[in-house]
C-alpha cells in the first residue's frame, strides 16, 4: 500500500459504496481494544498512534456522493459505528467554500474533518506542546486514512487549505473547545496513472561498506 499511495485530484462520478465508507471508518476511526487506565478511566485505542491514547480527534463527514446516504454532514460515532446527520444537505457549492474554492475537492465523493477536543490534551498534559501533539495525531491518522482507503480501491487525498468557522457551522461544533485540524478525502479512481512516474522499487544496501 505504501508504494501504492498517492494523492488524487480526479475522480470518477459513480457513487463510493456505503460498505467501504464502513469499513474506512470503522479501520481509521473505531477502536482495536480498550484500556483499562485506572484513575483516568477506559480508554479506547485505534490503529494509528495517540499520546496517552485520548484520542482527541474526532470523525465528521460532508458526504456527497456516498450510495444509500442522504447528502448531508454527519458525525461518526465509533463506538455503535454509526453516522450521526449534524446539519441536512451538503451540495458541491458548499464542499468547494468550504475548502477555500478548491473545485476538484467537490468531484470526490466525501470529505472527513478531523476535530480536536482541545480539552483532552490540556487536561493530560498543561503545556503548549499539547497544541502540536494534537497535530501530530492528526497526521498519523491521515496517514492511516491515505492507506486503508487506497488498499479498498478509493483515491484519497488531504488537504489543509479550508474555513474553518464555515466548517464548523455545518458540522455545529463551536470551533473553540472542539475545532477542524484536518481534512481527509476520497471517492473512486477517475484518473489515469501519472507516465512521469518511475517506480524506485526496493533496493539492497550492500552487506559490508565500500573500502
Not at 61 to 75: C, F, M, Q, T
Not at 100 to 124: E, I, K, N, T, Y
Not at 132 to 151: E, I, K, M, N, Y
Amino acid at each position: 500500500m505504501l508504494y501504492r499511495r498517492r494523492t488524487h485530484y480526479a475522480f470518477a462520478p459513480d457513487p463510493v459504496p456505503l460498505e467501504t465508507l464502513a469499513t474506512l471508518l470503522a479501520t481509521v476511526f473505531g477502536p482495536t481494544a480498550f484500556l483499562d487506565a485506572g484513575p483516568h478511566g477506559t480508554l479506547a485505542l485505534r490503529t494509528s498512534p495517540s499520546p496517552g491514547a485520548l484520542q482527541e480527534h474526532s470523525a465528521y463527514l460532508a458526504l456527497y456522493n456516498v450510495e444509500d446516504i442522504e447528502p448531508g454532514w454527519y458525525h461518526y460515532n465509533p463506538i455503535q459505528h454509526s453516522l450521526e446527520l449534524r446539519t441536512e444537505g451538503c451540495t458541491r457549492q458548499t464542499v468547494t467554500a468550504a475548502c477555500a474554492g478548491q473545485d476538484w475537492v467537490a468531484d470526490a465523493a466525501f470529505l472527513v474533518v478531523l476535530a480536536a477536543d482541545l480539552r483532552a490534551p490540556m487536561r493530560h498534559n498543561p503545556d503548549p506542546r499539547s497544541y502540536r501533539v494534537t497535530l501530530l495525531s492528526a497526521g498519523h491518522l491521515g496517514q492511516t486514512f491515505a492507506l486503508t482507503a487506497t488498499a479498498l480501491g478509493l483515491a484519497p487525498f488531504q488537504i489543509a487549505a479550508d474555513h474553518d468557522t464555515a466548517l464548523a457551522a455545518h458540522l455545529r461544533i463551536d470551533n473553540l473547545t472542539r475545532t477542524p485540524t484536518h481534512l481527509l478525502g476520497a471517492g473512486l479512481p477517475g484518473d489515469r496513472p501519472d507516465p512521469r512516474l518511475i517506480p524506485a522499487g526496493l533496493h539492497a544496501f550492500p552487506a559490508d561498506p565500500p573500502a
